[in-house]
């Protein structure tokens, strides 16, 4: 298979080998994408065989990534690292459905990956190409998640993983990820789109493979949760699926895989794409309601939900083609309608990060809005692990939820734990209250 990078600007189209060390196009500076020739098994013979790769106990076939390998861009595996990244469930939330206003709701949960986020199936890939290109070090600028993954990953393939964050900004389940997978890391005194600037001159100097979001390996391992998910529906598209938007990376790569699915006849219709964005950091949100154009960034992006706190978001040419393609929508939500609907979510008994919920408050706006119809179909897929911010829901329970600014959060589900004496009539007087 003859795999090249190429580049996504209509008007350019530029083709370089895969084995090229670039992240833009060096013609016109444009996202590149991975382009390769289809399988050349019919769509019944694909499902089939990574049906069939389930019951296998080689490592490749069950990895929810490289089990889907024929639509990714190797034709040797040998490079391939996994921890067994995807194989995520499909959970479906009843409670939360009806708090959206839905008859019926699935969550797709990513934070069942082996580091708690869906950054693993992208990483996975990344990785690997790293190992081809034989580079020694990669790095990358992150929210957290991104870094957590990347060292997780580095630290298998047997690479040096450089994490720059930025500094009291991040997560502290992620920051503490990244330290004990043996990242080098740098907290650095900048915001997110500023660090991602330094970092690619680091790069380009010292020789480091950059894995961040524009990298074109990690949007190819991305898509794999589109094709899970689909083959986990027997491969029946729901109506919607749902999803967070930051750097946009995932928007691009659900985009990617539907196209190639269509193309290969494995789907028979496109489920809509919503796209959700905090409303501190919704530049992506802004330019789609503006009909399109040029993305401006938002210079500063503030929300707790720190893995969809980005200004100016590298892939939004890739997640704009994505909403077009789908006849897709973009939302955006305020801080307290990501807590709540985060509390809901974790009242179902599945929790996940701050960022996720986005999903679950997006959808109760578009029903709202009558967008979504409560009868449709709707999968919405959790990016991250509850675990990844404690802090965070201490601090909705306990009432003391606050903007990067200071202004209280009112929350509507708290339950916050109470302290007592060691009084056996007194406690059982509280709870029979
Ligand atoms: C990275 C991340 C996002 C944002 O994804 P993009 O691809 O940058 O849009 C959302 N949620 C979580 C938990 C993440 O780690
Ligand atoms: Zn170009």
Redesign the pocket.
Known sequence: MAAELVCFEPSCRARYPVTDIIYNCPRCGGLLEVDFPPPSLPASSLRELWRCRRLSDAPLDRSGVWRFRELLPFDDYSHAVTLLEGNTPLLPAPRAARWAGLERLAFKH??FNPTG???DNGMSCGVAQALRLGMRRVACV?????SA?MAAYAAAAGLQALVFVPHGQIAFG?LAQALEYGARTFQVEANFDQILALVRVLAERLGIYLLN?INPFRIEG?KTIVIELLEQRGWRPPDWIV???????????FGKALRELAGLGLIDRMPRLA?IQAEGAAPFYELVRRGGGRLQPVAKPETL?T??R?GD?V?WPK?LEAIRATDGVVEKVAEAEIADAKAVIGQCGIG?????A?TLAGIRRLVDAGLIRPGEDVVAV????LL?DPDYIYRYHCRKLATPSGGAIEVSYANQPLVVPCDADRIAGLIAG
């Open positions: 990513q934070g986020s869906f950054k992150s929210t957290g998640n991104t993954s992620k979001s991305q999803l967070p938007g930051g750097n946009l990376g995932n928007t691009a790569a796209v939900a893995a969809i980005i978001p892939s997640a996940c990060e701050p960022a996720s986005a959790l990016t991250g692990h990844k």
